[in-house]
C-alpha cells in the first residue's frame, strides 16, 4: 500500500524526474531489513521453542530436566542450524523482493492493490515451498 499511494501521489514520479533510482531506493532498504530481521526472527523462535518443549516436559514429569538436556546436547547437530539460517535467508528475500515488486508496478486503485497483494502472496509461497524443495535437495543430499 506503500508503494500504491507514493504512485498515486506522484512521489515516485517526483523522485525519478530527480534522477533517484527509485526501484533501489524504495526496495533495496525493505529487503536489506527482511534479510536482517527475518533469521534474528528464526533465532527468538528456536529458542522459545527449547524453551517451551522444557516448560511442556518437565514440570509434566515426562521427563526430568536432566534428560531434556541430555536429549538436547545428544540431538544437537551444528549443521541444522545452518540450515535453518540459510533458508530464513532465502525466504526472507523471496518474501521482501516479490511483494515489493507487486507493490511497486501495481497500477490503478484499491481493486488493483487487492489484485497485487494476492498476488505477491500466491507466488511468495510457491517460490518458497520450491525454494524449500531446492535448499533440503541441495543441503540435506
Known sequence: TLFRSMRQKEHIDAMEIMGVN?????IMPKTIAGVVVIPLLV???AFVAIIGGYVATVP???LTDVD???GLRAYFDEYNVLVMYVKSVVFAFLLTTISCYQGYNVQGGSIELGKASTNAVV???IL???SDYLIAVMLTG
Open 22 to 26: 527509485t526501484a533501489s531506493y524504495l
Open 68 to 70: 531434556y538436556l541430555r
Open 123 to 125: 507466488i511468495s509461497n
Open 60 to 62: 509434566t514429569g515426562y
Open 128 to 130: 518458497i515451498l520450491l
Open 43 to 45: 533465532t527468538i523462535s
